[in-house]
Structure formats: structure tokens, C-alpha cells
């Protein structure tokens, strides 16, 4: 998979759907901004958790965002390495399919 043509494709399909339903939109990149502040947490490992989630869930989309995020905020192929172990000892086989996926991104994202 190319990830920078599938979020691409992802982000005009999300800019239709952002036409039809604005207030949803609104709510959503509020809550986002809220959820992404630091805090006692930095930016960094909320993206992680996140990444967490988007593997469990096996969200492509999620995947390739916040592995965009983790890649702009500095995040080392180490320190992705890692979280993808957890995640797998957490989620089993399929985590770990789809955390393969999220070091596929994190490379591509990296070489850009």
C-alpha cells in the first residue's frame, strides 16, 4: 500500500462527508484539539495510546494518521518498535497484522 496516496484518497473522501455534515465536523476537531493538548501527558504518547487503539481496531485510516502524527512529532523507529510490541502482546495475531502495517507507514513517512 502506498500510505501517502491512501490518506490522500481518505482525506478527500472525509472532505465530502465534512460538506454534508459540518457540525459533526466541528465537534470532532474540538474534541481533538482538547484530547491532543499536553498535559501530564505529552503529544507524543497521546499519539501513541492512539496508534494503540487504531492497531486494536484495525483502522487504516486511524493507522496512517497517527503514525503521520508520530512520525511529524519525532518518534523513532525504536520507540514505535516498542509500543507495536505492547500492542501485540496486548491484541494477539491481528494486532500484530496490523501492527506491521503501522511500521510499514511509520518507514514510508520517515523516507518522505
Not at 1 to 10: E, G, H, S, V, Y
Not at 27 to 47: C, H, I, V, Y
Not at 75 to 83: D, N, P
Request: proline share 2%; aromatic share 8%; net charge negative.
Amino acid at each position: 500500500m502506498n500510505w501517502t496516496t491512501f490518506l490522500a484518497d481518505t482525506m478527500g473522501r472525509i472532505g465530502t462527508l465534512s460538506k454534508q455534515a459540518p457540525g459533526m465536523f466541528d465537534g470532532f476537531n474540538t474534541m481533538s484539539q482538547a484530547a491532543k493538548r499536553n498535559g501530564a501527558l505529552d503529544e507524543k504518547t497521546k499519539e501513541l495510546i492512539a496508534l494503540g487503539i487504531a492497531v486494536s481496531t484495525r483502522c487504516d485510516s486511524c493507522i496512517g494518521f497517527h503514525v503521520q502524527s508520530l512520525v511529524r512529532l519525532g518518534t523513532t523507529r525504536q520507540e514505535l518498535c516498542e509500543a507495536l510490541e505492547m500492542i501485540g502482546y496486548m491484541g494477539g495475531g491481528p494486532a500484530i497484522a496490523y501492527g506491521a502495517k503501522a511500521l510499514e507507514a511509520f518507514d514510508e513517512f520517515s523516507a518522505a
